[in-house]
T-cell receptor
Framework: KQEVTQIPAALSVPEGENLVLNCSFT??????LQWFRQDPGKGLTSLLL?????REQTSGRLNASLDKSSGRSTLYIAASQPGDSATYLC??????????FGKGTKLTVNP | NAGVMQNPRHLVRRRGQEARLRCSPM?????VYWYRQLPEEGLKFMVY????????ESGMPKERFSAEFPKEGPSILRIQQVVRGDSAAYFC????????????FGQGTRLTVV
């Protein structure tokens, strides 16, 4: 049974700092891993999708990596901005089509 | 190309009433998923449907909950005889295929049972 853990649960950084969010999963037979952003009271916005055959994906200031052997994924945010403040969720798709979510990391970027 | 559309955005029901949540997937997407987010909890999978078929309902409570995705029209998540514990945000996602495809989420329906 796939379980996804995100550490830390909350993170507060000053504007401009580079930061890394961590995601770990228990079943290395993962098909893909997806990172989302959720603003308070809103839906989920897909940020990056990494297929199992890939090691990383980049979009603008975001870079996500996937290491199946260690059961870890990271989301790197460069030059953080107050607008990046949100909850970041990672979710893995394993042997079935459903996504298994972590509980998220709540990020606050202080001006 | 509109995103995943869910309605209503907010729904208030009294205990014992029925709640109907609707989800229109993105154009060209035939795979629909429903997830529930309880306060302070992560998103939990409920059900996966393709047109006219329930593929995986392993996350659905055994009673009072049902889902459908008819040939025409939106997917419906139906909760009968709601209880306070059903209060949550319900999210729908769609994708163009199942395994390996990027999932796109709607804005959710926030159900409050009073």
């Amino acid at each position: 049974k796939q379980e996804v853990t995100q550490i830390p649960a909350a993170l507060s950084v000053p504007e401009g700092e580079n930061l890394v969010l961590n995601c770990s999963f228990t079943d290395s037979a993962i098909y893909n891993l997806q990172w989302f952003r959720q603003d308070p009271g809103k839906g989920l916005t897909s940020l990056l999708l990494i297929q199992s055959s890939q090691r990383e994906q980049t979009s603008g200031r975001l870079n996500a990596s996937l290491d199946k052997s260690s059961g870890r994924s990271t989301l790197y945010i460069a030059a953080s901005q107050p607008g990046d403040s949100a909850t970041y969720l990672c979710a893995g798709q394993g042997g079935s089509e459903k996504l298994v979510f972590g509980k998220g990391t709540k990020l606050t970027v202080n001006p | 190309n509109a995103g995943v559309m869910q309605n209503p955005r907010h729904l208030v029901r009294r205990r014992g009433q029925e709640a109907r949540l609707r989800c229109s997937p993105m154009k060209g997407h035939s795979h629909v998923y429903w997830y529930r987010q309880l306060p302070e909890e992560g998103l939990k999978f409920m059900v996966y449907l393709q047109k006219e078929n329930i593929i995986d309902e392993s996350g659905m409570p055994k009673e009072r909950f049902s889902a459908e995705f008819p040939k025409e029209g939106p997917s419906i998540l139906r909760i009968q005889q709601v209880v306070r514990g059903d209060s949550a945000a319900y999210f729908c996602a769609s994708s163009p295929k199942g395994l390996g495809a990027e999932a796109f989420f709607g804005q959710g329906t926030r159900l409050t049972v009073v």
